[in-house]
């Protein structure tokens, strides 16, 4: 199996059903990934998985604007989850690895990881809320159909 593939089809699987608020998906991904001993693969996948989307969707002065949101999310807002979440996105778009360990660890010490992984995809909504229009979501479908039949061309 082609790992790499399979964490990306995983990723951009969560992304679709957080996107259309379908908890079982959800939770079967996030199940599919411990299984397969790749949850922090799975992490990673999602993280990179926005940022081209956002570089389609949005101009340098929009990206600046929601890097400031992010900001504001990591220090302000009222949910720890997604206080952690923005400083997980932070962190990876710093490639600060020291910062994002330190993150994971923190969620996984407060068995808080599954709703890590929910909260980048949720700040990430909140970001890019045309993600939840039929068309965002063929479109999410669509990347995630490619990686599915890549992840099975490593099978072969």
Not at 42 to 66: K, S
Not at 92 to 106: H, K
Request: hydrophobic content about 45%; glycine content about 6%.
């Amino acid at each position: 199996m082609n790992d790499k593939a399979a964490d990306a089809r995983r990723a951009m699987a969560l992304i679709s059903h957080h996107t259309r608020g379908h908890q079982p998906g959800i939770n079967a991904i996030i199940r599919e990934a411990v299984d397969a001993d790749r949850a922090t693969e799975l992490l990673l996948a999602v993280l990179d998985a926005y940022p081209p989307i956002v570089n389609v969707l949005r101009t340098a002065e929009a990206q600046g604007a929601m890097t400031e949101l992010v900001h504001q999310i990591a220090e302000f807002d009222d949910d720890p989850d997604w206080q952690r979440a923005a400083r997980t996105i932070i962190a990876s778009a710093t490639r600060d690895l020291a910062a994002m360990l330190q993150i994971v660890d923190e969620a996984n010490d407060q068995k808080r990881c599954p709703q890590l992984l929910g909260s980048v995809c949720g700040v990430y909504g909140l970001l890019l809320p045309e993600l939840a229009t039929p068309i965002g979501c063929d479109a999410i479908s669509t990347i995630t159909a490619r990686l599915t039949a890549r992840e099975a061309e490593g099978d072969r």
